[in-house]
């Protein structure tokens, strides 16, 4: 579970022209030389992403604990999927110092299943264990498909094929989750399901999981923090100490519905 | 770059100015082959099969009646009873099967050089930057040609043995199997690459479990072009100088106005066009069983 320098950023193009806050230098420090032995957690300084003249992230600074359930909010555009991309490790075109856990798992907005493999083999893929089919059994039982495990993955539903993507993230014991707008597609009815399925498998599991959403009463039904990002870096940083199962008519939640959707720079008129 | 994309993009190569493969290969292999279903005829007194093979028949039919009447004289085209007739005659004297056999091993050989050569070209192309900027350029210059007219070079260069024929078929062959390889690596779907990625393949596994199963309709499409126009190369090829095979079978049955062995010979030669054509269609249905809804069974 030792937490490990997976990537250390440095000088892409357009990179340095303004420092990161606490950053003497436009150049990124070395995250071997800084970086404390601090288990399962991420942590995010200066990190700077422009597309073409766009600017998505402007030397984004951000902690995430080891087991906690953090939801990361903003506006379509805000840039959220970059930043979980880069903690992903697909993003080399981003700058600044990332340091993550060794082993990261993703769920992305669509299942991203292999359509030629069958649901178990799609969750034992790439697999480091001496028995990973047995494995994928248990992670698939664990989502409620064992029963679809020799299935091809077109024949799933949306719900189905998301647990398996779920399934597949799960199986390799990560110690950041990854979840990237994963409900997005799903109806309504199975979002409430899987959001369930998700709390359940985390109190099991406790990764650390960071979930990328614009949906504020999905983040507060979830998380235990909610990161807003807004201008390119982290614009609020809400602590959710509200007692599971949430009750998402309760004063609290609506007062913290309040304030992100303030944040979030929706008019509030007429809503509360 | 452009124009060389978009010749790319579509399945069905343009290979030469050749009339299309003996068989109908659909464009894309996943949907029917049987035309836009028409509408049922109401009560449907026949079944559909039947009902599709009343105007064949009747056209054998129309035709021995014409051979038999004197209508159609037999140097022109002979009876199909008389076709039947020699076309077992064939068989029993163990001609036809040794002509076969030739023809055959002349399309297996040049299948298997030009599938050899088409996908190593493919997979260089589709998987390197570098390869397909050095490759892909002179593949489609040379894919200009039409390569059956190139009979004569091949005669001058490799004589009139076996070796022109099998080239022949070869080269033919290289083409679609190149283009499609070529088109559906670059067609995968980046997002599963990337998800393979996070889930910590390397660079040679995600050719293996993503890329290469992604590619394999494209290049089994390919594959279904490729033997059309193998069996057409092999058909021209063989026109050419041969001592044995069917090709010489009908050559010869020519000079002697036997129009029957020709037309046996044309029969064989559709025959084995279908026979490889649905052995790619099964190859395919085993393959692509993960597209099951997609294959109408």
Do not use: C
């Amino acid at each position: 579970m030792a937490a490990e320098l997976r990537s250390v950023l440095t000088g892409g193009s357009g990179a340095g022209a303004t420092a990161g806050p606490g950053h003497g230098s436009g150049e990124s420090v070395r995250a071997g030389l800084t970086a404390e032995p601090d288990p399962g957690a991420v942590r995010v300084r200066g990190l700077r992403r422009a597309f073409g003249d766009r600017t998505v992230l402007a030397g984004l600074d951000l902690d995430l604990e080891p087991g906690r359930f953090v939801a990361l909010l903003g506006r379509s555009g805000s840039g959220k999927s970059t930043l979980l991309r880069v903690l992903a490790g697909l993003d080399p075109a981003a700058t600044g110092q990332v340091r993550t856990p060794r082993r990261v798992s993703v769920a992305f907005q669509e299942p991203r299943l292999l359509p030629w493999k069958r649901v178990a083999a799609n969750v034992a893929l790439g697999l480091d264990d001496p028995d990973p089919a047995a494995r994928a059994q248990e992670a698939l039982a664990e989502v409620g498909l064992w029963e679809l495990a020799d299935a091809w993955p077109l024949t799933l539903s949306g719900g189905e094929a998301q647990r398996a993507a779920l399934a597949r993230a799960l199986v390799r014991r990560p110690d950041l989750l990854l979840l990237d707008e994963p409900f997005g597609a799903l109806d309504a009815l199975t979002r409430i399901t899987i959001h369930d399925l998700v709390l359940a498998l985390w109190i099991t599991h406790r990764p650390a999981v960071l979930l990328v959403t614009h949906d504020v009463d999905e983040a507060l039904a979830l998380a235990d923090r909610v990161v807003v990002l807004a201008g390119g870096r982290i614009a609020d940083d809400v602590t959710v100490d509200l007692p599971r199962p949430r009750d998402r008519t309760g004063t609290g939640f609506g007062q913290l519905r309040h304030r992100l959707l303030t944040d979030l720079g929706v008019p509030l008129a007429g809503r509360h | 770059m452009s124009t060389l994309d978009s010749g790319i993009a579509a399945p069905p190569p343009a290979v030469g100015q050749l009339a299309p493969p003996p068989l109908p290969t659909a464009p894309s292999s996943s949907t029917s082959d049987s035309p836009p279903a028409a509408p049922r005829a109401r009560g449907g007194r026949l079944p559909r099969g039947l009902a599709r093979s009343v105007s064949p028949v009747a056209a054998v039919l129309l035709w021995q009646l014409a051979s038999s009447t004197g209508v159609l004289p037999a140097r022109l085209l002979a009876a199909p009873s008389t076709v039947l007739r020699s076309g077992w005659e064939l068989i029993r004297s163990g001609q036809l099967g040794e002509a076969l056999l030739v023809s055959l091993q002349r399309v297996v050989v040049g299948l298997v050089l030009g599938l050899a050569i088409g996908l190593t070209l493919g997979l260089l192309t589709g998987l390197s930057r570098w390869g397909e900027l050095l490759l892909d350029p002179i593949v489609q210059a040379l894919r200009t040609l039409p390569f059956l007219g190139l009979i004569p070079l091949f005669i001058l260069w490799f004589g009139i043995g076996e070796t022109p024929k099998i080239a022949l078929v070869a080269l033919g062959v290289t083409f679609p199997i190149y283009l499609n390889t070529f088109a559906g690596i670059r067609g995968v779907d980046a997002r599963l690459i990337e998800a393979a990625a996070t889930l910590g393949l390397g660079r040679s596994q995600r050719w293996v479990h993503v890329v290469l199963p992604a590619a394999l309709p494209s290049i089994l499409v390919g594959l279904r072009y490729a033997l059309g126009i193998a069996w057409l190369s092999l058909i021209v090829g063989e026109q050419v100088n041969a001592t044995a095979g069917l090709g010489y079978l009908i050559n010869d049955a020519r000079e002697f106005l036997r129009t029957d062995v020709v037309v046996v010979g044309l029969l064989v030669y559709a025959a084995l066009g279908l026979a490889t054509d649905a052995a790619v269609r099964l190859l395919e249905r085993r393959a692509l069983a993960w597209r099951q809804s997609f294959v109408p069974s």
